[in-house]
């Protein structure tokens, strides 16, 4: 062979196993990359209420490869431990960013920009990391927003304006886009770059709207964003199919600012499944649990007795502000100042039960509205904050080491995770229907729950609750039992049926009522409210449809229906209507009754007889005993009608009103024919009197149910008045002579 040829030849083979090699060594050099991106787990830790929680993360550069429009369970998992490893943690200041840079080395990112992390949280700050990595010719950019132990910067969720974004989370939007375009100035990235935001509770908020503006911006390749517990952001949403907001429905921060106001969020919202909204989450909500227990060590607490506490609250909130103007310019300055003077040591209660302090409204009706929050928030801050009554609330209702957070246990992150890691099918996890119907039963009653035939569960009129037969208050629907009543809270995404078995010896008067509840509005709609009266073995049948837009009795044996509709919507009258309980005919009432009936016979022929001495001395001729008897048959009958108004009418506070109002009335017009002079100072005196006694009636009546003590309290009160303006009368009459 020629040896030139030879030469080539050689040549061309060398080259030929050299690309060989070169290919080989390639090959398996994507084979390790694919090895090191696909199917990695990576930890990610975050601290919160004195607990640090690590968990595993699945993590594959192929995450940022798929259109960002499609939703991603092992992308928001991992979105919502950035997320949450994004938190500070104040205890130790020198270190509040290390979670973060950890979370995201492990991912293999670099390039960290955290100095917001070095200063010291305000009113108008916002903290935040950002870091790149390189997949292919593509840059991702991380950009996590700090959402937890942000101190004074809380204060943003509550400062909303009257524009068409919510002002405090716009402005801290603003500061962390002109941060990211700082930093891709600074670093020099260009060519495909693709950003990835996310955060938690505020800083889901932020996220939202900062992910909203860079995909109009168009400055990124794509934009995949990952917000929960978010609040709303604008009234304007528009269509963004790359934003992902996740929420739990029974979450309070995600309601504000309020619905009722116009504000929504950007993207897409995927709401986590309830008890309260959802017949078939039993199996996702038990895993959830067990996840739960195995985090922190203690019961996922899930109670819808809470959360009826906090949408009340909001929608007195509701009632004071209409719109986010008023809002704006009388509330929100007084909840911003006391929040800047308090250093962000103050609970969110007791800050706003002192801004509604400093508030006031001429509007009459407003007022009373305003006075009943007042109440109401004192309430929850004796309970929550205080903890003077939790000890006597149900060990499975609340947590001993979380006080004011058993409020905000739907809010915590870690319900967030374990409802997330719950089950990795998303269609098990989230729901579109928000609504779910509040039963409030006042009754001497078994009753129970049917669906589709078969009961699910079944309330002893002890309170007992039995499935299958064994006791298991923790089952679904919930059921929250007291003496008075019984709380039943049921999806609307099936159908009914509640049956009531009368179980009291004596004929009794049954009642009861719904409220429908949205995710989308804090304001309920009212049903009707039922009363009837049943026999010992009596039922009723309370059927509620779908979507719960009727509910009503039927199939039974009862007698004598009434219902009251159309009532005047308020808080304050939904929680009258829940706390006026029913007066059962049993022996011990009809023995309270019967003393009330004894009580107001004595006062009133004491009237009399007075009468009777006045008149003589006034030398009238009337025949004393004729004007005792008619006295006592008047009072007779007035006692008697009211007792009848406690029993057979619908439980309305205005029902109750009426006859002891009357009766105090009749008194005080006796009294003012019996004992009238020419002196109109003394007939002023004594219809002064009546309106005082009328008043005492009506506020004693107002609250709560019927006690014997309040009776005779009442009846004392009057007493005292009478006994006073006889005195004065007297003494006015020496002193003329």
């Not at 090959?27 to 390790?32: K, N, T």
């Not at 106001?261 to 986590?272: A, M, P, Q, S, V």
């Not at 067990?290 to 009632?319: A, F, H, K, P």
């Not at 008023?326 to 969110?348: C, F, M, R, W």
Request: overall charge negative; aromatic content about 10%; proline content about 4%.
């Amino acid at each position: 062979m020629n040896k030139p040829i030879d030469k080539f030849l050689k040549t061309i083979v060398c080259l030929l196993i050299a690309f060989c090699l070169l290919a080989a060594g390639s090959i398996s050099m994507v084979s390790a990359q694919e090895e090191s991106t696909a199917g990695m787990s990576v930890e990610g830790t975050f601290t919160m209420f004195g607990r640090v929680c690590t968990l595993e993360y699945d993590y594959d550069d192929n995450l940022f490869l798929a259109p960002p429009d499609q939703y991603d369970h092992d992308l928001a998992r991992l979105s919502l431990g950035l997320a949450l490893a994004a938190g500070r943690h104040m205890e130790h200041p020198d270190t509040q960013d290390d979670y973060l840079i950890e979370f995201l080395q492990n991912l293999g990112f670099s390039q960290f920009e955290t100095d917001t992390y070095r200063t010291n949280p305000t009113i108008d700050s916002i903290a935040y990391g950002l870091a790149v990595k390189k997949i292919g010719d593509a840059t991702i950019l991380a950009c996590a927003v700090c959402g937890g132990d942000y101190g004074l910067e809380w204060a943003s969720n509550l400062t909303v304006g009257d524009s068409i974004r919510s002002a405090g989370f716009e402005d801290a939007s603003q500061k962390v886009q002109a941060a990211v375009k700082e930093y891709l100035e600074k670093n020099s990235i260009t060519g495909r770059v693709k950003l990835w935001t996310t955060g938690y509770s505020r800083a889901g908020a932020v996220s939202n709207i900062t992910a909203a503006d860079f995909t109009d911006a168009g400055i990124f390749e794509d934009v995949y964003a990952y917000t929960f517990a978010t609040p709303r952001t604008t009234r304007t949403p528009g269509s963004y199919p790359n934003i992902f907001n996740i929420m739990q429905k029974e979450d309070v921060v995600p309601k504000v600012p309020l619905a009722d106001w116009g504000y929504k969020r950007y993207g897409t919202d995927l709401f986590l499944v309830s008890p309260e909204t959802d017949s078939d989450c039993e199996d996702v909500i038990n895993t959830a649990k067990q996840l739960y227990q195995d985090m922190i060590g203690s019961e996922m607490v899930i109670n819808s007795e809470i959360n009826y506490q906090l949408r009340t609250m909001i929608d007195y909130l509701l009632t004071l502000m209409p719109d986010s103007g008023t809002y704006a310019e009388y509330l929100q300055p007084l909840i911003v100042d006391i929040i800047a003077k308090s250093d962000g040591t103050k609970d969110a209660l007791q800050v706003l039960l002192e801004a509604l302090q400093q508030y006031s409204t001429d509007d009459p009706v407003i007022g009373e509205e305003l006075k009943a929050m007042r109440d109401y928030l004192g309430t929850l801050i004796q309970t929550y904050v205080f903890r003077q009554t939790l000890k006597k609330l149900p060990p499975d209702r609340w947590d001993s080491s979380f006080g004011v957070f058993n409020l905000f246990n739907a809010h915590f992150p870690f319900e967030y995770l374990a409802m997330m890691y719950a089950s990795d099918d998303p269609e098990e996890l989230f729901s579109d229907n928000t609504e779910f119907m509040r039963l409030v039963i006042y009754a001497d009653a078994d009753i129970s729950i049917s669906r589709d035939g078969k009961v699910i569960k079944e309330i002893l009129s002890d309170g007992t609750e039995l499935v299958d037969g064994k006791v298991d208050p923790y089952s679904f629907p919930d059921a929250d039992c007291s003496p008075e009543k019984v709380v039943i809270t049921l999806p609307t995404d099936q159908s009914y049926i509640v049956t009531v078995t009368s179980k009291a010896g004596l004929p009794q008067t049954i009642s009861y009522t719904g409220l429908l509840f949205s995710g989308h509005t804090v304001r309920a709609q009212a049903g009707d409210l039922y009363s009837y009266l049943m026999n010992y073995g009596d039922t009723a049948s309370i059927m509620t449809s779908v979507n719960g837009k009727t509910i009503e009795p039927s199939g039974s044996n009862y007698t004598n229906v009434s219902a009251v509709t159309d009532f005047l919507y308020s808080p304050t009258t939904a929680m009258r209507l829940e706390n006026n309980s029913v007066v059962h005919l049993t022996i011990s009432g009809l023995v309270n009754r019967l003393l009330l009936v004894i009580v107001i016979l004595l006062l009133q022929m004491i009237v009399s007889i007075v009468l009777a001495i006045i008149r003589k001395k006034r030398g009238r001729k009337r025949n004393a005993v004729v004007a005792l008897v008619w006295h006592s048959i008047t009072a007779a009958f007035f006692a008697v009608l009211e007792v009848a108004m406690w029993f057979f009418v619908p439980i309305l506070t205005i029902a109750k009103m009426i006859p002891g109002t009357l009766v105090f009335i009749v008194f005080c017009v006796y009294a003012i024919k019996g004992c009238r002079t020419e002196s109109r100072r003394w007939k002023a005196c004594w219809i002064l009197i009546a309106a005082m006694a009328a008043y005492v009636i009506l506020e004693s009546l107002l609250i709560g149910e019927f006690r014997l003590w309040k009776a005779i309290l009442l009846l004392a009160i009057y007493a005292g008045f009478m006994a006073a303006a006889f005195l004065i009368l007297w003494k006015g009459k020496k002193h003329e002579r």
